[in-house]
């Protein structure tokens, strides 16, 4: 079969996560199940992956946008619950839910992943895409483009949203159902979500509306905990029962005594874009986005003295030991978050000799405050972020004037700001702040500069060389406590990141692809400014010296175009990274220090296999799958070397996905998944064995059921359950249990 074909059948098939290139044409595109062309960057030889809106809605029960990528192949992203907005941290290949900062989100070229830190408190503001505006969501494997920074050594998401070709409306009614068995947590916990949409196009002119709300309950999240040999042997404090026994991550004999961080959350999503098509292929777009979120953060107590009564303060003796509860052992929350985002862009797309694309985006934190008691008389804390945000401006130009090539060059800056200040309160729930009790601040910006030259120079081969020159600077850095700030010095710095990348097709059914590329992730703000001062003035908890992380990536694949359109691929991949940054003990200096360092090197190889079968074994079934064998140690620490020779945190050794979807008729479609991952750790030394407790990391098997039937007049209903054979499994915190989710929805 040739390439061509192969592409128009697969673009006709319409099944999950298939995807076809033109790979050899001078230029080229890539068409995803009859969808617009991704805006990633297709004539680079090298693993893309995407899924359109027809896909989620039949064979993913998606609450939220990162539901999108569920099964996409080495992809996972660690959501804890509907509405996770603080903690859902994308995944890739070589860098574990611990290096949010190891990926990039967009949605409709506008910047979500959050860089003003890396890890778990710095997840995409995945709520500024709904999952009923997605059109289509597209991946790119590593750091292979030069039009992107370092921080896209692990991979690229771009959500691409609905624009409408003439008037439409949606409107989608959903519901959840959790029931929680955990230790003594015993609950049914349940959600609802409402989205309503519409757009028209008249002329030159298009626009769209979407608002959604979201009201979610999750389960505890978060454990007061003692370790059996902490306690003192004794008859002092209350006698109490209710004690869970269990171990910790690392075997030790342990306490759980209650749990917390259980969210209730509401939330609400508007959207606004407006297209004015100044010319043929020339748009002007501009996009508002607006996300906020009430919630609560509960917290229980297992404990019980001799009454019955419950026990969450003083000291308390449990089997003959006794323990002092401290006020944050089960301390409430609350938080209130409003985030808005801007972008416009003025783009032209005429496929003529030369195209361009401007674009300018903010994203900022009108209202960000976290609310915690420190004290039982109704005292607390005030955290505030207001101001913190990043902003964006990029130029670009393709040309096409040589026989041959596509060039492409462009400019861009990136500028972060971070402004956390944590305050005294007389009473936690209403309180203005007072005193302060510590700060942060500070600004990083990336300027980079980029060409690539995509060659078609024979009819069989192209290669894509490329080369991204980079300039960082973080300044006006301030970390302080109660009574002391201390400013940091300005920090400069500049980096080149080649990349090459060539494609061969070895016959009619078969290509072969190779691409390597060099990755730069400079430290966030977080890492550079959020530490501590002692009482002399001094900082400590930071590293002044902190290093970018450098990789060099390489990955080999070899694709087939299997029969009725599918498609068989084999990836190797490689990664080496030196100054690795993660959060460690640096054991050569005495007083031992923890806090964000360099790890000397990390090196990751692995093997990633993916299937797409349309009618597999039976009219209108499909299957698409995918497994990936990683390798990731550790291979020189010298500030901590306990940790060479050890697994890389948070990154499996196997893991795989598999989604099967039937369509028995036109109007039903009904889809079965699995997921899978393998035994993981969350400390750099491996020092976790037990992934079975809280704060470890598990591995799991999942199943997953979605049906949807399309009713007359564009009515649908849909019904599905997730996690269905009620795996309990962690990533420190426990993911959920077996949850169901009914649909109703309106499109016209």
């Known amino acids: 079969m040739k390439p061509t074909l192969i592409a128009a059948a697969l673009c006709a098939a ?68 509907a509405g996770d907005y603080n903690h859902a941290v994308l995944s890739t290949r070589a860098s574990g839910t611990g290096n949010s900062a190891r990926s990039m989100v967009y949605a409709d070229g506008i910047l ?96 769209y509306l979407d608002l959604n709300r979201q009201d979610s309950e999750g389960q505890p999240l978060s454990f007061a905990t003692r370790l059996i040999a902490a306690g003192v042997p004794g008859s002092a404090g209350t006698p109490v029962s209710g004690a869970v026994a269990d171990r910790d991550r690392s075997e030790r004999p342990w306490l759980l005594l209650g749990a917390s961080t259980q969210y209730h959350s509401v939330q609400d999503h508007a959207k606004l874009k407006l297209a004015w098509q100044l010319a043929p292929g020339v ?150 702040g007072g005193a302060r009790n510590q700060a942060f601040a500070g600004h990083t910006a990336l300027s980079g500069l980029f060409a690539q030259d995509a060659w078609q120079f024979a009819p069989d081969w192209r290669a894509v060389l490329g080369l991204r020159l980079e300039h960082w600077r973080a300044w006006d850095g301030v970390t302080a406590n109660a009574s002391t700030s201390v400013a940091h010095p300005e920090r400069s710095a500049h980096y080149a990141s080649p990349k090459a990348a ?22 966030t703000v977080s890492e550079l400014y959020q530490g501590g001062v002692n009482a002399a003035g001094t900082l400590i908890n930071n590293d002044p010296a902190l290093q970018p992380e450098r990789s060099w990536t390489t990955e080999l694949s070899a694709e087939r175009g299997t029969a009725n359109g599918g498609l068989w691929r084999l990836t190797a991949f490689f990664e080496r990274t030196s100054d690795a940054l993660y959060a460690q003990t640096n054991v050569l200096v005495t007083p031992n220090v923890t806090n964000v360092q360099n790890v000397d090197r990390i090196a990751t190889h692995g093997l990633e296999t993916a299937l797409n079968l349309r009618h597999w074994l039976m009219a209108g079934l499909d299957l698409d799958a995918s497994a990936t064998w990683t390798d990731s140690r550790i291979r020189a620490n010298r500030r901590f070397p306990a940790s060479v020779g050890k697994w890389q945190p948070r990154i499996p050794e196997w893991r795989a996905t598999a989604l099967l ?32 407790a809280y704060q470890g990391a ?51």
């Open 661 to 692: 979807t039937w369509h028995p008729s036109t109007r039903w479609s009904l889809a079965y998944g699995m997921r899978y991952s393998g035994r993981q750790y969350s400390t750099l030394d491996n020092s976790d064995p037990n992934g079975y």
């Open 283 to 432: 748009r002007l777009y501009y996009l508002f986005g607006l996300w906020q979120n009430q919630s609560d953060g509960q917290a229980q107590s297992y404990l019980r003295d001799a009454a019955g009564r419950t026990v969450s303060t003083g000291v308390v003796n449990i089997g003959g030991r006794s323990y002092t509860l401290s006020a944050s052992d089960f301390a409430p929350t609350r938080e209130a978050l409003r985030h808005s985002m801007h972008g416009l862009s003025l783009k032209s797309n005429t496929r003529a000799a030369f195209d361009y694309e401007l674009a300018a985006s903010s994203f900022g934190y009108d209202r960000d405050e976290l609310r915690a008691p420190t004290s039982g008389s109704g005292a607390g804390r005030l955290v505030d972020l207001h101001g913190t945000g990043w902003r964006s401006l990029s130029a670009k130009g393709i040309w096409r004037v040589l026989t041959g090539h596509v060039i492409e060059a462009g400019v861009a800056q990136d500028l972060y700001h971070l402004a956390s200040t944590e305050r005294a309160t007389s009473s936690w729930t209403t309180g203005a």
């Open 502 to 523: 060539i494609g061969w097709r070895a016959s009619e059914d078969w290509q072969l692809k190779a691409s390597t590329g060099r990755a730069v992730r400079v430290p």
């Open 112 to 207: 979500l992943s959050n860089f003003l830190g890396n890890g778990a408190s710095f997840a995409p503001r995945w709520a500024m895409v709904t999952p009923e505006e997605i059109e289509r969501a597209d991946v790119l494997y590593g750091p292979f483009s030069a039009a992107y920074p370092g921080n896209a050594v692990g991979a690229v998401v771009d959500f691409q949203t609905r624009m409408p070709q003439r008037f439409e409306t949606h409107v989608a009614l959903a519901g959840t159902v959790q029931p929680f068995r955990l230790y003594r947590s015993d609950s049914t916990l349940h959600g609802r979500q409402a989205s309503i949409a519409v757009g028209d196009r008249v002329g030159a002119w298009s626009w």
């Open 698 to 748: 598990s591995a799991y098997f999942t199943t997953d059921l979605r049906a949807r039937l399309r009713l007359q007049d564009g009515w649908s209903i849909a019904a599905g359950v997730d996690n269905l054979n009620n795996y309990q499994y962690w990533n420190f915190h426990p993911y959920p249990q077996r949850s169901a989710r009914f649909e109703l929805r309106y499109d016209r």
């Open 14 to 81: 319409c099944g999950p996560f298939a995807w076809a290139a033109e790979p050899f044409s001078a230029t080229p595109v890539v068409l995803i199940s009859g969808g617009r062309p991704t805006s990633l960057p297709s004539e680079i030889p090298t693993t893309l992956e995407g899924v359109s809106a027809r896909q989620i809605e039949e064979g993913i029960n998606a609450s939220d946008s990162e539901d999108a990528l569920k099964y996409l192949p080495s992809l996972l992203v660690r959501k804890r619950y």
